[in-house]
């Protein structure tokens, strides 16, 4: 079956650094989508990766390592308004997107 | 208005109600989403409509029934729903079917209690 992995929470402190990880276990891949989420809001748009490497967007960075199966997403600086899920999924071979449970992200001061 | 809109946030029914959550995109996406999400579990494709013409259905219960009369709009239609069926209800677009590169846009979902 498929499957996607992330830890279920996290606690980090404002201004350090977080990495979130992400293993799957898919039929095909074309690609990994990281996606936040804060409490009664809709899932936005964060990272696409298709290929190895890292991404950086500002203070969030995603990592790919299609042979090991895994991604993380690395948040730096962190700030207040970072508290929220982050949802790891991936475009699977029939282009269907498989999701994790999300990982909640708690920052404190 | 741009992006994705779901009306109503909030709803509370029966179990013998009938009800309807609605779903509008105004991106101009071809393919339409519905998604269940539960606490702690990853979200759960429903319904998946492309260019009006619904693609996937993931085996829903029968008192879910979905509806799409034109690309902008997406209906979700509930009837004799149970306890188990509470959770949020999203609705996303994507301009292609599995859209790579730029994913999904969600809408806020609504908060769906069933009583």
């Known amino acids: 079956g498929q499957n996607i992995d992330q830890p279920t929470e996290m606690t980090a402190t404002e201004g350090a650094i977080v990495q979130i990880n992400c293993t799957y276990q898919?039929?095909?891949?074309?690609?990994l989508f990281w996606y936040q989420q804060h409490a009664g809001e809709a899932p936005t748009f964060l990272s696409y990766?298709?290929l190895d490497g890292l991404e950086e967007k500002g203070r969030f960075s995603s990592f790919l390592s299609r042979s090991k199966g895994y991604s993380y997403l690395l948040l730096k600086e962190l700030q207040m308004k970072d508290s929220a899920s982050y949802l790891c999924?991936?475009?699977?071979?029939?282009?269907?997107?498989?999701w994790g449970a999300g990982t909640k992200l708690i920052i404190k001061p | 208005e741009t992006g994705v809109t779901q009306t109503p946030r909030h709803l509370v029914m029966g179990m013998t109600n009938k009800k309807s959550l609605k779903c509008e995109q105004h991106?101009?996406?071809?393919?339409m989403y519905w998604y269940k999400q539960s606490a702690k579990k990853p979200l759960e494709l429903m319904f998946v409509?492309?260019?009006?013409?619904?693609?996937e259905n993931n085996s829903v219960p029968s008192r879910f029934s979905p509806e799409c009369p034109n690309s902008s709009h997406l209906f979700l239609h509930l009837h004799t729903l149970q306890p188990e069926d509470s959770a949020l209800y999203l609705c996303?677009?994507?301009?292609?079917?599995?859209?790579?590169?730029?994913?999904?846009?969600f809408g806020s979902g609504t908060r769906l209690t069933v009583v």
């Open positions: 996303a677009s994507s301009q292609t079917l599995g859209e790579p590169n730029y994913g999904y846009t």
């Open positions: 991106l101009g996406h071809n393919a």
């Open positions: 409509y492309s260019l009006e013409e619904r693609v």
């Open positions: 898919t039929s095909g891949f074309n690609g």
């Open positions: 990766n298709v």
């Open positions: 999924a991936v475009l699977d071979s029939n282009y269907q997107l498989i």
